[in-house]
């Protein structure tokens, strides 16, 4: 594995919606495809519904940027030969910068008078 | 996995929208995962089942294409990254591609702008030329007589028709009095091709009246040039030979393709003209729908009927009717221009099959690699895209390198193309052109890159691994030998074209021309009617003459009415009462208006008799005939002393026979020619004849100053050299000659490349068997002989193939060639000959590499 900077976590910034979701998803443990697909539904209350290109696309793309990797082995060997896949130490990082952005465009945001100040 | 249902056949389906590779990876997981989602959502709803199916459509359509590119954009950065890592071949292949592309692109635009491109005036394909001819007199597209267009005219119901003749006028101006081309015109000429004035108006049909008040039309050029573009030209009068013309328009260049710059309205008085003078020129256009053909066979029929009708002009003329584009481009012009494309051609194919060969070295040295990533999981479709990927890239280069080559060498190239290729002016690199080389690019680099990359695909892995570092697909070297041969067999039909146009024009060149060009100078001019009506021409002329002759430098003067070479010519039908050979047919004869020192300016002999006196009482009815033409009424009897009829002109005779001349163009052999005497007849336009010991450059000077001194309003035009003239003629052969030659010479070179290149692979290949050989015995000269063998096969292959192939293709080339044979069996074994000594030269350093080999160091290298 080559060693990440923090130049590289932020030249992938700011991330596609689909791949912060799938790192969200990501975030409690490994999941399958359709696990992931699913998770996000939940969390949206099934306003966003992944289309299998999208997720499969991004899934090949966050590989290759080494944001997500593979599990040699079935978890809990659940399924025959499902392909599961789990966060990176890289992807946590960039997951984590991408939420400090949006957390200061929120306040931003906020400040400005755009959005509603918490009470 | 179970049966797949419906549903899931058709998502499998759409799957195949994306690549390959992208398959291979997600295919099973993304359709467990489509089966799981759709097993969901049917338990939501039809809603959601809907929004499933619409989600995985939008994908085939939005997402495969992006993944196709990714996989494209991987491809091409890999491709880059291998040719970056062998410079030396990339430069090579690019450097032959941007020559062949760039080559093929410059000939290209030339033969787009001349014979491809539509005509420049509007609805061009409709228009069509109409000339007489008259078989029995082999004279073929001839003048029309006015009397005989106006019948046409009356009579024809598949086109309307449009005379013109053309003359010179000298008009006034701001400058110097200047001499103009100028077209005397039905008005409906200018609506045939489409002319629209930039100002005033066109000529109406009722200018054409024969009482109607004078007016003319002018181009825009000659209002800038000659009246410093006065805007308030058009209405004014110009004063034209003693008449003031009414100036009613303004035309832009060029509209007319008939380079005049000056029109009249052409008035026709039917009473006035001869019917058997055909001096007028037509042109016409199709009424709609109907067919070239049909225009044709409705002037058949007229002109049959003309000739029952007017025996005594007509008999034995017809009608020839052609489309306007094969009067404007004539097909020798095209047919020339066609060889060249085809053998700029060759040249490419050449070099494809040059870069082919390097690819298939390359691909054979990088058998380890491709499999090596074959057996980590590659696809072989893969490595074959990698492969074409790469040939396409290639060609990218070497043709964006070619268009830029193109670019900057086409205004090169006009300068060199002959000035008589019509439309040339235009050539260049625009979007046609463009077209035609991105095309070209595509199928080089299809044709170069699928030859490696199908030889390539068929290697078996574990084979090429085990094989090490030796590695060679015997198919790969195949293919390598078939190639070279195929190039050696091109070059060899470029050899024997060159060489035959080459010959062709030597001959040209060396033909006997009957006459003397050297220190000719030429210049015409014409004078005034008013002015000079009756004797009063003569007179000057007479006095021009004796100007001329009293000049220091000068040895000789003289006027007629076309100079050799002049362009155009004059011809009628003589009669010669008694003679047994014409058997009381008519002889179609060139004829000239000369003065006395014709003869003895241009240097053309006298074969018997004697020349023009120079006294008008004598010379008035007397005739000088060539030497062909009194062979041809006389055979060898003494011609000298017996009469001629020239039609309406009346009886002459004949004092002198004179040699043959080459009048008109260096491959027609001489016509019958008689001249008669400038002291009975003068034409409008004269040329002036210098012969000078002196540099001919400052003659047109000595024309030019010696005419103004004696009448300062004449313009003097077309001043040249004869000698430049003859060359200016031989241009096109001579054009497509060298070039041809050269293509011929860049085709040997690649093509001994390609020969060098194989046998230097097949030597480092056999490097252990040569040194088994010499630690077996074998002298180094067997080995030199093996190698120079092996180049001298692949050759003679080739130069067979390439022999078969010219005796197939130079009957193409039969009509251009001028005194030589298109299957010259000389010519065919010097190409066979030179292609043979070049392929052994290109052996040699391979041959004398095996003869070096050190069979201890060869054995101990593996």
């Excluded at chain 2, 625009?430 to 699928?450: D, Q, R």
């Excluded at chain 2, 194989?758 to 056999?766: E, F, I, P």
């Amino acid at each position: 594995m080559k060693y990440e900077t923090d130049t590289d976590v932020q030249a992938l910034l700011p991330l596609a919606p689909a791949f912060l979701h799938i790192l969200i998803a990501l975030g409690e443990g490994e999941r399958h495809g359709y696990a992931i697909m699913q998770d996000v539904a939940a969390r949206t209350d099934g306003r966003v519904q992944m289309s299998p290109g999208t997720l499969y696309g991004s899934i090949k793309r966050m590989l290759a940027d080494g944001l997500i990797e593979e599990l040699t082995t079935g978890a809990a060997g659940a399924d025959e030969r499902r392909r599961f896949y789990c966060l990176t130490k890289f992807g946590r990082r960039v997951a984590a910068a991408e939420a400090d952005r949006l957390t200061a465009l929120l306040s931003q945001a906020r400040s400005s008078g755009l959005v509603p100040r918490r009470s | 996995m179970g049966r797949r249902t419906f549903a899931e056949r058709v998502y499998h389906l759409l799957l195949r929208c994306y690549p390959g590779e992208f398959r291979d990876e997600y295919e099973r997981e993304m359709l467990r995962t489509f089966r799981e989602r759709l097993g969901h959502d049917r338990t939501v709803g039809a809603m959601a089942v809907l929004r499933l199916w619409w989600q995985v459509v939008m994908d085939s359509i939005l997402r495969a294409p992006g993944e196709h590119a990714d996989v494209l954009r991987q491809d091409v950065r890999y491709a880059l990254r291998s040719l970056r890592r062998a410079p030396a071949f990339t430069l090579t292949a690019v450097a032959t591609l941007a020559l062949g592309i760039g080559a093929n692109t410059a000939i290209f635009s030339v033969v787009h702008a001349v014979a491809l491109r539509p005509l420049a005036f509007d609805a061009g394909d409709r228009v069509i030329r109409v000339w007489e001819d008259n078989p029995s007199l082999s004279i073929t597209s001839f003048s029309v007589s006015l009397p005989n267009y106006v019948s046409w005219r009356e009579r024809v119901r598949t086109a309307e028709l449009a005379a013109w003749m053309i003359g010179t006028v000298t008009l006034p101006g701001s400058g110097d009095p200047v001499n103009v081309r100028s077209l005397s015109a039905s008005s409906d000429l200018f609506s045939i091709v489409n002319a629209r004035p930039v100002q005033g108006r066109l000529f109406a049909g009722s200018d054409e009246a024969l009482n109607a008040a004078p007016v003319a039309m002018i181009t825009e050029g000659l209002w800038r040039r000659q009246f410093g573009g006065d805007p308030g030209i058009v209405g004014k009068p110009l004063v034209v030979a003693g008449t003031s013309h009414t100036l009613v328009g303004i035309l832009p260049d060029q509209s007319v393709p008939l380079d005049a710059e000056f029109f009249r309205p052409l008035r026709i008085d039917p009473g006035q003209h001869d019917r058997n003078n055909r001096v007028a020129q037509v042109i016409g256009r199709l009424r709609p729908s109907v067919s070239l053909e049909q225009a044709r066979s409705d002037l058949h029929e007229i002109a049959r009927q003309l000739e029952a009708q007017f025996p005594e002009s007509n008999k034995g003329w017809g009608v020839t009717v052609s489309s306007a584009f094969d009067w404007i481009v004539p097909e020798d012009t095209r047919r020339a221009l066609f060889i060249l494309l085809a053998a700029v051609g060759c040249v490419l194919l050449i070099a494809c099959a040059n870069v082919a060969n390097l690819m298939l070295a390359r691909a054979v040295g990088r058998k380890r690699e491709m499999a090596v990533r074959v057996a980590i999981g590659a696809g072989r479709r893969r490595l074959v895209r990698q492969v074409l990927t790469e040939g396409l890239l290639l060609t990218l280069l070497g043709g964006s390198a070619g268009v830029l080559f193109a670019y900057w060498s086409v205004p090169l190239l006009k300068g060199w193309l002959p000035e008589t290729l019509p439309r040339v002016d235009e050539a260049a690199v625009n979007a046609p052109v463009l077209l035609f080389s991105i095309g070209v690019c595509l199928l080089t680099g299809l044709i170069f890159g699928a030859l490696p990359a199908l030889a390539g695909s068929r290697s078996d892995v574990v084979e090429s691994l085990k094989e090490g570092a030796r590695g060679s697909t015997s198919s790969a070297t195949r293919w390598r030998q078939l190639l070279a041969t195929a190039q050696v067999a091109l070059a060899t039909v470029l050899l024997v074209g060159a060489g035959l146009l080459v010959q062709s024009l030597q001959r040209l060149q060396r033909v006997d021309l009957g006459f003397d060009p050297q220190q000719v100078t030429t210049a015409m001019m014409a004078l005034p009617a008013d002015r000079y009506g009756g004797p009063r021409a003569w007179a000057f002329y007479q006095r021009l003459l004796e100007r001329l002759a009293a000049a220091p430098g000068v040895e000789a003067a003289a006027i007629t009415s076309g100079a050799p070479f002049g362009g155009g010519n004059t011809g009628m039908p003589i009669e010669a009462p008694g003679a047994a050979r014409l058997e009381g047919k008519p002889l179609q004869t060139d004829w000239r208006m000369v003065s006395p020192g014709y003869f003895t300016s241009l240097r053309i002999p006298l074969v018997r008799g004697q020349l023009f006196t120079g006294h008008p009482g004598t010379d008035e009815r007397s005739m000088l005939i060539s030497a062909t033409m009194a062979r041809r009424i006389w055979g060898d009897e003494d011609p000298l002393g017996r009469k001629l009829t020239a039609g309406p002109n009346g009886e002459f005779t004949v004092v002198g026979v004179v040699g043959d001349v080459r009048n008109l163009d260096l491959a027609l052999e001489p016509a019958p020619t008689m001249y008669i005497s400038t002291a009975r007849y003068l034409w409008p336009t004269m040329t002036v004849i210098v012969r000078t010991g002196q540099a001919p450059a400052q003659s047109s000077t000595l024309i030019r100053g010696i005419v103004r001194e004696l009448d300062p309003q004449l313009a003097v035009f077309n001043n040249r050299q004869t000698a430049d003239r003859i060359a200016s003629s031989a241009a096109q052969p001579r054009f497509n000659a060298s070039l041809v030659a050269l293509f011929a010479v860049v085709a040997a070179l690649l093509a001994a490349l390609g020969i060098y290149g194989v046998l230097a692979y097949l030597v480092s290949q056999r490097r252990q068997e040569i040194g088994i050989r010499m630690a077996l015995g074998a002298g180094r000269p067997a080995m030199t002989r093996l190698i120079l063998g092996r180049g001298l096969w692949l050759a003679a292959g080739g130069v067979v193939a390439g022999i078969l192939g010219a005796l197939a293709v130079s009957r193409w080339l039969e009509a251009t060639l001028f005194g030589v044979s298109a299957r010259d069996p000389w010519t065919f074994a010097a190409a066979a000959l030179t292609t043979g000594l070049v392929t052994l030269a290109a052996s040699y350093i391979p041959a004398r590499r095996a003869a070096r080999v050190d069979p201890l160091v060869a054995l101990r290298a593996d």
